[in-house]
């Protein structure tokens, strides 16, 4: 599957961004989905995920209640709407698919194929 993530832009802090990632192929409802972010110097750290069907969802501790993922199977697509934005948020987010059965959602190295990342970027 190949991956095209989009949305990331400039946002003083309090805004919103919607990020989306678009999947090629036939088969992307057989995959769960994460988001995660880089920030300059740092490592590549979890935001969420969404099971394969969309009934369950993850969220790391420092996005939840501010963060939503979301799919839609039929347009291949994975959402990442943001709200509340902090600059701490200022990364490069990615989407990745998880094919592997039993991986944790929460891991880099559980995620078998990634998008390009798209720059989101908060102003005080």
């Known amino acids: 599957v190949q991956l095209q993530a989009s949305g990331g832009g400039l946002v003083q802090a309090g805004g919103s961004l919607r990020l989306s990632c678009a999947a090629s192929?036939?088969?992307?409802?057989?995959?769960?989905m994460g988001w995660f972010r880089q920030a300059p110097g740092k490592e590549r750290e979890f935001v969420a995920a969404?099971?394969?069907?969309?009934?369950?969802?993850y969220y790391a501790s420092y996005v939840k209640g501010r963060f939503t993922i979301s799919r839609d199977n039929g347009k291949k697509a994975v959402y990442l709407q943001t709200n509340s934005l902090k600059p701490e948020d200022t990364a490069v987010y990615y989407c990745?698919?998880?094919?592997?059965?039993?991986?944790?959602?929460?891991?880099?190295?559980?995620?078998?194929?990634w998008g390009q990342g798209t720059l989101v970027t908060v102003s005080s």
């Open positions: 990745a698919a998880q094919e592997k059965v039993g991986g944790s959602y929460y891991y880099v190295w559980d995620y078998d194929y």
């Open positions: 192929g036939r088969t992307f409802s057989s995959y769960n």
């Open positions: 969404i099971s394969r069907s969309g009934d369950n969802t």
